[in-house]
């Protein structure tokens, strides 16, 4: 069930990140939810950077009173500053300051993953703003100066949070009435066989007010029928996204779990911002992800996997090993032809994207990867939307929208038809698509624009040549998450 971090350490060899550390971490009865958090946390650089430095100043050298947040900053401390770069650790100090702060997580029942969350990050902030506000009432400065927006000002805020705005328009009088609400998470209804784009179109979708969920107008004094919508009026700097795979079932009185396949792109363009929003169509990539493994959010089992230096690392408490940006597709979750599988298998709960900076470019996001020889059919994944190849192009799938199918599209004349291959693309997002390879020809289709603006062009092997070399790691990671589902479940 996994490698320990000395196999990874010997995989990764002279790639190793200079400074960087992967251990796992102990389970003390049902703590992998904590686990998988945490350790997603700990590579959100932001939240780490910031978490460290609250210990050099707060903690370091001090002696304090144990809180949620001086427990995780000595614990994300001991591995920043570990002489070893791998290993095992555990997290104890913390579990057991986190069971005396809040009974829900006094026993040893497995607990929701993002409910811990939730629990963390707010508490986390209630900490800073206490001692900010201390601190103030210290150096004579009784009020702070109003928000325009709502929310706070920790780093908790700065690097997690967001602003919602609830706008409904009354269908009586047609006046308007806009509120804010800020946010550090999103919570986002799921389909079966969908995508994450399409849920966020959802979540902002129109929707009227009737019957007992009639809205009061100011302008009318009264309830009467309307329309409302969600949009972003503020993009966070690291957005959270939480797939509500439990559903209460009332005659059964327990939750069960949506184990339905919601596909989602390592890269994220948001398109239910408001106009006027800072940075509204600013880039997100894919960081961190949390999979809930069974069947309901008491049962099963949780794992993380993160990205650190382009390589995608699967933690499983202890136990930790190399992945491929292929394998995150395990965690899409069951088709329909799947059900009976679904609710026990490994699926997204917790996605994390960060912010993307432009000024690191494509290589933060590392090389395009293929699965296997040049003779062969290959997936090739791609940052920016970017794929190489020759031959026929067999298929095309986003991870980001739903394409309409795509018929045997011939591209091994000279002249290539770009509104032909451009007319089935949606956006900028990352697309797979399937190729025949066969150097030394290549084609490069770009979607750097719009789906109006594609670029097709024929291109010399030589340039491209390093996109299709494969790591020394690379040839050691295929082992899926499913074989950790396979042992929860004693298959």
């Not at 939750?255 to 880039?283: H, S």
């Amino acid at each position: 069930m996994g490698l320990q971090g000395s196999k990874i350490e010997k995989d990764l060899g002279e790639d190793f990140p200079p400074g960087e550390h992967y251990f796992g971490w102990e389970n003390y009865g049902n703590t992998c939810y904590t686990n998988s958090v945490l350790q997603c946390l700990y590579y959100l650089l932001p939240f780490r950077s910031k978490i460290i430095e609250y210990y050099e100043r707060e903690v370091k050298n001090r002696n304090r009173e144990d809180t949620l947040l001086t427990c995780t900053s000595e614990f994300f401390n001991s591995i920043h500053t570990s002489r070893k770069r791998t290993g095992v650790i555990g997290p104890k100090r913390f579990i057991n300051r986190l069971r005396k702060e809040n009974e829900i997580f006094r026993g040893y029942q497995q607990q929701d993953a993002h409910e811990f969350l939730n629990y963390l990050l707010n508490h986390i902030a209630e900490i800073l703003e206490k001692e900010e506000k201390h601190k103030r009432k210290q150096e004579g400065v009784e009020k702070e100066e109003p928000k325009k927006e709502p929310g706070g000002n920790t780093f908790i805020h700065s690097i997690f949070e967001g602003v919602l705005t609830n706008e409904t328009k009354c269908m009586t009088c047609d006046s308007v009435t806009y509120r804010d609400e800020a946010f550090l998470d999103l919570s986002v209804d799921i389909e079966q066989n969908t995508s994450l784009s399409a849920c966020l179109r959802n979540f902002s979708q129109m929707e009227t007010l009737r019957g007992e969920d009639k809205f009061f107008c100011d302008t009318c004094h009264s309830k009467q029928e309307a329309e409302k919508s969600i949009k972003i009026k503020r993009l966070p700097q690291i957005l959270v996204l939480h797939l509500k795979r439990f559903k209460y079932i009332e005659q059964a009185q327990k939750f069960k779990k949506l184990g339905y396949r919601v596909t989602f792109p390592l890269q994220l363009r948001l398109e239910n911002t408001m106009p006027e929003a800072p940075d509204a169509d600013r880039m997100y990539h894919l960081k961190s992800v949390v999979c809930h493994i069974g069947t309901g959010p008491n049962h099963g089992h949780y794992v993380s996997i993160s990205k650190s230096y382009d390589r995608w690392i699967l933690f499983d408490d202890e136990n930790l090993r190399l992945m491929s940006e292929n394998d995150l597709k395990i965690c899409y979750g069951a088709t329909n032809e799947m059900l009976t599988y679904a609710r026990r298998s490994e699926c997204g709960y917790l996605l994390f994207y960060e912010q993307f900076d432009e000024s690191e470019g494509q290589g933060r996001e590392g090389p395009m990867e293929t699965n296997g020889g040049s003779d062969k059919t290959e997936k090739v994944t791609c940052s920016h939307g970017l794929v190489a190849g020759r031959a026929k192009l067999l298929g095309v799938t986003s991870v980001g929208h739903e394409i309409g199918g795509l018929s045997m599209v011939d591209e091994s004349a000279d002249d290539v038809d770009s509104s032909l291959v451009g007319s089935f693309f949606s956006s900028v997002e990352p697309t797979c698509i399937e190729l025949d390879i066969s150097p030394p020809s290549l084609l490069v289709i770009s979607t750097q624009g719009d789906k109006d603006n594609i670029s097709v062009q024929k291109s010399s092997p030589s340039c491209h040549e390093n996109n299709f070399k494969e790591g020394k790691h690379q040839r050691q990671h295929t082992a899926s998450l499913r074989s950790i589902a396979a042992a929860y479940h004693g298959e």
